[in-house]
């Protein structure tokens, strides 16, 4: 039974940058596409960022709202997948899920995922 754990949210002032992680375990995720969302208070849980699965070329994909701001990546050797966030703004103060599925098509359209993380949370202050 695959388990993920997120870590590094915190508090950080608008324009600054934080590194979340999501750490794999129970199962090997090579095989999964992987993502990131986010949920903000009194609203839906949306689509942050994906990245394929190992194996052979990386694509990744962004919401436009985070698009040349963020930058997903993944270390398969470590089993882990990083979300870097860079000139943050309040608007994206969240808690931010990792999950992974085996469609990328999956991931990317629907909240459903085969694998979801416990979150962590990120406030970026004005």
């Known amino acids: 039974q695959g388990q993920l754990v997120e870590s590094g949210g915190g508090l950080v002032q608008a324009g600054g940058s934080l590194r979340l992680s999501c750490a794999a375990s129970?199962?090997?995720?090579?095989?999964?596409?992987m993502g990131w969302f986010r949920q903000a208070p009194g609203k839906e849980r949306e689509f942050v960022a994906a990245?394929?699965?190992?194996?052979?070329?990386?694509?990744?994909y962004y919401a436009d709202s985070v698009k040349g701001r963020f930058t997903i990546s993944r270390d398969n050797a470590k089993n882990t997948v990083y979300l870097q966030m860079s000139s943050l703004k309040p608007e994206d103060t969240a808690v931010y899920y990792c999950?992974?599925?085996?469609?990328?098509?999956?991931?990317?359209?629907?909240?459903?995922?085969?694998?979801w993380g416990q979150g962590t949370q990120v406030t970026v202050s004005s």
């Open positions: 129970g199962r090997t995720f090579s095989s999964y596409a």
């Open positions: 990245i394929t699965r190992g194996g052979g070329s990386l694509y990744t």
């Open positions: 999950a992974a599925d085996i469609s990328m098509t999956r991931l990317r359209g629907t909240l459903e995922a085969d694998y």
